[in-house]
């Protein structure tokens, strides 16, 4: 089939939306319908360059839909189910899945880091050559095919446009807060970055009970929306940042601090504000290649607990719908983050506007 879709050629260039080729699902997989899309600075990352990905490719992996058709042997959804998309997809069988960690499903990670689908081969061209898959999703288009195991079905009362955003920002944010560091009622908590990470998990610390909750960041116009979000306290990142962390909670630093950006410089500095005996989470996606300078004596000597959260720990099949369900019972903010809705033409200015960092999160609605 004929689709529209936009296409990254190269790094360092402006998407291209234009008329792809899209075939039909083979075994195990399933067209969907796109109605809505988060614009998230993961897929920015591929026009950087810090993320190294096959091109041509389609981003987008922050969406929900609708099935349209499933190929043979599809049993997960039907025709006709809302879902959202799950770009780390879950085989249930590997060391990983059974041992509570289908984020780090190892079927599923050689050929979603490819572009491709399990046999291998893309399911898109355009001028008559291949195009990838980024996450094995590919949502910045109206249709999509994708493994049955990366449709998760949710309730049919949830708007599309809001259920779009649990499939990254929602999941990764609450995920770190609640799964990865396991925050506690009563616990103290700084986030370094209030951008759609960030703020969920701002939401997901006061979820889990957190008395202190501390947003930073550079930009001024972030400091209310982090606070609708759930912060207690916010600070804007300067020469005393961690000496107000430390006002804030009796001189010690925090029980649990979030790195939500992928900054080395910042992940140093959310190191820094832990207390002794405290957890560092680092949530932000880091350029490839880069490295952090950790202390290893203090390390050792204060028993911190440094950990990556990689999609926030999550069980997306469970997750999901727990956090829908939160949603609609008036407990998960989903509505506010969404700042601004574009067309999929309007592509390139939705990243525009996201490189501001003045929005929580864009999303292009089909």
């Known amino acids: 089939m004929q689709i529209q879709a936009a296409v990254l050629e190269k790094t360092k260039t ?3 939306v234009d008329t792809l080729t899209l075939e039909d699902p083979h075994p195990g997989e399933v067209l969907v319908k796109i109605h809505a899309c988060g614009v998230c600075h993961s897929d920015y990352h591929l026009v950087t360059g810090d993320t190294q990905h096959a091109l041509p490719a389609v981003c987008g992996h922050e969406g929900a839909g609708v099935v349209e058709a499933v190929g043979a042997g ?10 959202v998309l799950n770009w780390t ?3 249930g069988e590997c060391f990983y899945c059974q041992h509570g960690q289908p984020n780090l499903c190892q079927t599923y990670t050689e050929p979603i880091w490819r572009g491709v689908m ?3 081969t893309p399911r898109l061209s355009w001028r008559g050559a291949p195009v990838y898959h980024y996450c094995g999703l590919a949502s910045f288009a109206e249709y999509a095919v994708v493994p049955q ?8 009362d949830v708007p599309l446009k809001a259920a779009s955003l649990v499939g990254c920002a929602v999941a990764t944010g609450v995920g770190a807060a609640m799964y990865t560091a396991n925050v506690r009622p009563g616990d103290s908590v700084v986030v370094f970055g209030c951008g759609g990470v960030g703020l969920n998990i701002l939401q997901g610390a006061a979820l889990c009970g957190a008395a202190t909750i501390i947003a930073v960041d550079t930009n001024a116009a972030k400091m209310q929306i982090a606070r609708d979000f759930g912060a207690t306290h916010t600070l804007m990142s300067g020469d005393d940042t961690l000496d107000a962390i430390r006002d804030l909670t009796g001189g010690r630093g925090t029980d649990h601090s979030f790195e939500a950006v992928g900054i080395p410089a910042l992940q140093e500095l959310s190191f820094a504000a832990a207390r002794p005996g405290g957890n560092v989470i680092l949530a932000g996606l880091s350029p490839m290649g880069t490295g952090t300078n950790l202390p ?4 050792t000597r204060q028993e911190k607990t440094i950990k990556g959260s990689y999609y926030g720990t999550i069980n997306a099949a469970r997750d999901f719908p727990m956090l829908l369900d939160l949603y609609m019972a008036g407990k998960l903010k989903l509505d506010e983050l969404v700042s601004q809705e574009y067309t999929l033409d309007q592509i390139n200015d939705a990243f525009d506007v996201m490189l501001t960092g003045e ?8």
Do not use: K, M, Y
């Not at 195991?149 to 049919?156: D, H, K, L, W």
């Not at 929005?359 to 292009?364: C, L, T």
């Open 296 to 299: 290893g004596a203090i390390i």
């Open 74 to 83: 599809v049993t997960r959804v039907q025709p006709g189910d809302h879902i």
């Open 89 to 91: 997809p879950d085989c």
């Open 149 to 156: 195991e990366s449709c998760i079905a949710i309730r049919n």
């Open 14 to 16: 402006p998407f291209v």
């Open 359 to 366: 929005v929580a999160r864009g999303v292009i609605v089909f």
């Open 118 to 120: 399990l046999d291998g």
